[in-house]
Nanobody
Framework: QEHLVESGGGLVQAGGSLRLSCSASGRGFSNNIIGWFRQAPGKEREFVATISRSGVATNYADAVKGRFTISRDIAKSTVYLQMNSLKPEDTAVYHC???????????????WGQGTQVTVSS
């Protein structure tokens, strides 16, 4: 089972950028679909983006499409989430997880990381 660790969160002003990283310790990381989800206080966990094993296919939530970009570096066993034009409503804890299938549903993912906090001030 993969052990995922997120990093790169922080406090940023609206309109700013952050790049999140999701790293894994297991050898099978390059064979995994990886998804990013976020959860704001008092809200349910929501899908943000996902990337296929090869990195060719990606999918985004409508709320982040055109602003966020998911990518992967197979050699470094790392998946990135580049977040531009950040808005206060992007404030949440961001988690990455291993996808059992290429999906936007949290139930199709496991091996969740502990998350990294992103706070966007207005």
């Amino acid at each position: 089972q993969e052990h995922l660790v997120e990093s790169g969160g922080g406090l940023v002003q609206a309109g700013g950028s952050l790049r999140l990283s999701c790293s894994a310790s297991g050898r099978g990381f390059s064979n995994n679909i990886i998804g990013w989800f976020r959860q704001a206080p008092g809200k349910e966990r929501e899908f943000v983006a996902t990337i296929s094993r090869s990195g060719v296919a990606t999918n985004y939530a409508d709320a982040v499409k055109g602003r966020f970009t998911i990518s992967r570096d197979i050699a470094k066993s790392t998946v990135y989430l580049q977040m531009n034009s950040l808005k206060p409503e992007d404030t949440a804890v961001y988690h990455c997880a291993v996808g059992l299938r290429y999906s936007t549903f949290a139930d199709d993912y496991d091996s969740w990381g502990q998350g990294t906090q992103v706070t966007v001030s207005s």
